[in-house]
């Protein structure tokens, strides 16, 4: 029996949803580790290949939460396709930022920065059917489709994005003790 | 002057005789805040101001200790404050439509105070009336067996603002329902019965025989009570002046649990001379009974009760005639937080803080009440040990179980003929209990509260008494024909609710699984809540500060394991689905843009025209 992890070379997609592109920026910060990836996954859909639609993966990594309809969509379709997903950072975690502004009624916000705000009198709520409508609340990943691990931080340093990468390809469950998890 | 400082002399005069009263001890705060409120009707910001001056302590820390309690209130509540209590006891007796109705009768919306300020209606947790529900409490006064009419009745008198004084007096009778007595509920002795054969043993000889008792608390944890005893006796006090102390736990906060309310009303000499045997034997001149505050209608009886002692010499110096023995006790009233039931908590309660459970080590036989060695029992242990003290610990010994001894008072509710007090020697079967109270068809028994076990059928043969089934006292029967998701959905709500809020794992974690069980309950749960249930069950248990998040999940986990399809039947899918409804969550923004095109949706619509699948 071959005791041996298997050498396949695993696929992961990456995508940023209602978030900052700054957990993108801290997985930069692996550096010419990103060389040592690359030996071992393939880049589905991610910024980083520009790849626009996610096809079957091994791993993938959300940023940002949820907060409208193209969201969904995008994360559905990762869910579909990724055998393990991961919510990575604050916003995929908790909501974070954007969800500030759940204690604000979204009808009264549009309203005031599309219909009422000084020079916008008389204008409308814009209304193309290539806008993805918002959501009236913002929500963190795990709310909307099943999530199987969370990385925690804002946004999680490159280290512990690297270390928990590397766990999950060599098989161990992952995870970040001190220093790279802590709370101060 | 400004008109918050004509409020702040307004409210100083009226509260200047209770801070007074109170000797303005910060260490009594609790107490203040209660009277406080009893004077003001809530405990406006001025209240606060003026105590925290008065008793010298910084004003957000009497802030903090007013917003801890559930039954201390900082804005107005009404004149009527009307409190449902919210056990699954009372649920299953029709406490759910009973609310509907008076909040309809009064034109009121639960949980708001009506605008002219006469009457507020909501739900508190469970009030110790099981046995006699649905039950309630107005203005803190408890009243049982409500039906229909009474509620009818109710708003008739609040409407009529008719003072709770002249309300009938029937309405706030609470029986007793003592259905099995056995050791304990068998004994008719006089005051002081027990106290005379202690002094008469002497400390060293009384110790002796609580541990040939072998007496268990009979709380919960069921620590031996000599071990207490002899550790608050041998300890050194680590304060001057050296003092010892006595605590009695009357915080009888786990629902479905109303024994210690019993012992209360009949057997309070037996009580008190509990206390005061525990009192000479670890060399205490203080006792104090923390009485939940659901219970303060026994109040005026208890303190007429220690006066009389203290008139025949049973309570004071110069206890029963001897010139070196002294002891006395003074009752604290609680206000409102199950986590006070917890010892460490009652302690700081006591203490006039909020009710935040200590780090253990040191345990309160070492440094408890003020940093002094002190004792704290059960209400019912200390009635034990009044037996003890007279039968000796070989009699007491030889009642029940090898590792329980003496006998249980079970606090019986739910799908019963009779509810009420039963009295067994330790070692009982379920089934004979189920059979004693005319339990016809029962599918599951809750033993011990939400914190204990929840067993099925198959386990009725198995014993009450530490070696098997352990057991604080309250035992609810649940009926074939009940939904025991809706039971355990209303445990977590009680734990959420009930969480101090000190530790991240026990605040967060508690109400997670409420959201969870809601979100079940709602028909949107999956194979992935359950799961998700197990997860934060273990992280509750191995994280949590104290028993009460150690212990949240266990109604869960019970019924998880023994009555899975209940929680099954109620899942949308295998995999996962979102708790709300995300073409709902689109509404507001079509509205305002006026757009209805096949992305402006989610769900059957969209999947119509292929845009979701």
Redesign the interface.
Known sequence: MDTAVPSRKLRLATTSLAGCFGCHMSFLDIDERLLELVERVDFDRSPLTDIKTCGPCDIGLIEGGVCN?EN??VLRDFRRHCKVLIAIGACAVNGGLPAQRNHL???LC??EVYLTAPGNVGRQ???D?EL??????V?PIH????IDYFIPGCPPAGDAIWKFLTDLLEGRTPRLGHPLLHFD | MTDEGIETRRVEKLLLPILDGHRRDAGRLVQILRQAQEALGYLPAAALTVIARAVDLPRARVEGVAGFYSFFHQNPVGHYRVLFSDNITDRMLGSAELIDRLCNKLWIERGKVSEDGLVSVDTTSCTGMCDQGPALLVNGRALTRLSAERVDRISELIRGQVPLADWPPDYFVVADNIRRRDALLNTQWPAGEALQAAIARGAEAMLSEMKLSNLRGRGGAGFTTHIKWESARRATCRHEPAARYVVCNADEGEPGTFKDRVLLSNYADLLFDGMSVAGITIGAQQGLVYLRGEYAYLLPALRANLERRRQSGLLGPALCGHPDLAFDIDIHLGAGAYVCGEETALLESLEGKRGVPRVRPPFPVSEGYLGQPTVVNNVETLCKAALIAVHGGAWFAGLGTKQSTGSKLLSISGDVESPGIYEYPFGVSVAQVLNDCGAGNAQAVQVSGPSGNCLAMHEFSRHIAFEDVPTAGAFMVFGAHRDMFEVARNFAHFFAHESCGFCTPCRVGTSLVANCMDKIANGLG?Q?DIGEIFKIHRLLHAASHCGLGQAACNPLFDTLNKFRPAYERRLRSL??E???D?D????????????D?P??H?GLAARVTGV?P
């Not at chain 2, 709902?584 to 757009?595: D, E, I, P, V």
Request: proline share 10%; aromatic share 8%; hydrophobic share 45%.
């Open positions: 309809a969904i969509h009624d979204l009808g549009l309203q709520i814009p209304n059917p993805p409508l918002p959501l009236d609340k929500h709310e909307v489709v099943r | 999956s992935y995999d996962f979102p708790a709300f995300l709902q969550a689109l509404a507001s923004a079509r509205q305002m843009t006026g757009r095109d992305a402006a989610f979701e």
